[in-house]
């Protein structure tokens, strides 16, 4: 399934809202509530977990995006939804090195 994503096989809107949404909120939801429980330990530790969490989301971040964008590429249907998909995949990309220059200028 891997695989499947990453090369755009897997039909829009599985990748679009089982992976991108569905996938992201699974992930994202329970790593950073977890992290903000832990923003006043200060340790190194919670510093590497954080590192690691971010990383891991990074990751898949991309192969959900790719995905998304390949399996837009091959959408047969209305073209406005793989549009809105690939403009989407623009947005969240934004959104994620806008939070990341923030968090390394902030200080």
């Known amino acids: 399934m891997f695989l499947r994503v990453w090369r755009g096989e897997v039909i829009l809107w599985k990748t679009f809202w089982l992976f991108g949404l569905g996938g992201g909120v699974l ?16 340790d190194n530790t919670t510093a590497t977990y954080f590192l690691v969490a971010i990383g891991g989301l990074l990751l898949y971040g991309v192969w959900v995006f790719v995905g998304i ?7 047969q249907g209305k ?3 793989a549009i809105l998909a690939k403009v989407s995949v623009v947005i969240e990309t934004l959104k994620i090195f806008n939070m990341i220059a923030s968090v390394l200028l902030a200080g």
Not at 27 to 42: E, N, Q, R, Y
């Open 27 to 42: 992930l994202g939801l329970p790593i950073f509530g977890a992290l903000l429980a832990l923003t006043d330990v200060p």
């Open 69 to 75: 964008w390949r399996a837009a590429n091959k959408y």
């Open 79 to 81: 073209r406005a939804w």
